[in-house]
Nanobody
Framework: QVYLVESGGGLVQPGGSLRLSCVPSASIFSVNVIGWYRQAPGKQREMVALAPRYGSRIYSDSVKGRFTMWRDNAKNTVYLQMNSLKPDDTAVYYC????????????WGQGTPVTVSS
């Protein structure tokens, strides 16, 4: 099993930016695919971005062009840079090991809340 700890969320105004961090309990080299997910109040959890060990990163249509995900192997950390934030981005954000199709494979952590509001 792989456990991950998310951080970096907070309150930001529309149009602002945040950078989320995800630290796995194991080396990121042992995880083929890492995904970012989010769950808004009253909504189903949805996939935001996927980063395979090899190959191109994948983003949901709602965040394409605004969010960027990458792995920092030296720090054993996964990041999600969120720019041009919208109120609809308000949610609790999670990271997890994922299948190539984006299905979560590990246990969920506490997540980090992001609120986009004036």
């Amino acid at each position: 099993q792989v456990y991950l700890v998310e951080s970096g969320g907070g309150l930001v105004q529309p149009g602002g930016s945040l950078r989320l961090s995800c630290v796995p309990s194991a080396s990121i080299f042992s995880v083929n695919v890492i995904g970012w997910y989010r769950q808004a109040p009253g909504k189903q959890r949805e996939m935001v971005a996927l980063a395979p060990r090899y190959g191109s990163r994948i983003y949901s249509d709602s965040v394409k062009g605004r969010f960027t995900m990458w792995r920092d192997n030296a720090k054993n950390t996964v990041y999600l840079q969120m720019n041009s934030l919208k109120p609809d981005d308000t949610a609790v954000y999670y990271c997890n090991a994922a299948s190539e199709a984006g299905d979560p494979l590990g246990s969920w952590g506490q997540g980090t809340p992001v609120t986009v509001s004036s």
